[in-house]
């Protein structure tokens, strides 16, 4: 229980040789091929990630998996390569340093949908998948894990695309209290 209510952000990052156990590929629709490292999800956050985006289809959500699982090694490829592009300050701002990222923690998952192109920006909140994420994700365990107007206390720019697999009943308590994780480490 411990490993999936773990806080990981600038402040608390994971290990250089962190690897999460029990990585599997994700059995839904993703738009990475079955053999790509950011497939991989914690078994338990794959199995419930494919409950959500099978019960999102019965209310006509067409979510797809962009991300999961990104090891140390391939953040720190990101990261290097967006600081040359950008600048220090850009990638500061919106990528995590190698060791901080939730991805490293095989328990966090970028969804998007066509209707936004797969591509992962704000305008995914206004799409009918992004709402009913929002809505249903903690009954299966995932948050939102950088809600808007939090940015102060999570560190990250809004991300409605986001989620984070933290067990569905801590998910359900952060949901019903309007808790983001840093908070609830807190208490
Ligand atoms: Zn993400």
Known sequence: MEYFSRLVNRDYPLPQDFVPEDLVPCDFPFLASGDEEKR???????????????????????????????????QKELYEARVREAGAEHA????????????????????????????????????????????????????????????????YAWEPWHIRYVSKSLALYLALTGLTLEDYHKI
């Open 40 to 74: 991989l999800l914690n078994a338990r956050a794959a199995a419930s990630a494919k409950r959500l985006v099978e019960y999102g289809k019965s209310f006509g959500c067409h979510l797809v998996g962009i991300s999961g699982y990104r090891s140390y090694a391939r």
């Open 92 to 155: 500061a701002r919106y990528l995590a340093l190698p060791g901080t990222s939730e991805h490293q923690s095989g328990l966090a998952l970028d969804l998007s949908c066509p209707a936004v192109h797969m591509e992962l920006e704000e305008s995914f909140a206004d799409t009918d998948e992004g709402r009913w994420l929002k809505a249903y994700a903690p009954m299966f365990g995932f948050i939102i894990r950088y809600p808007k107007g939090k940015e102060a206390v999570t560190g």
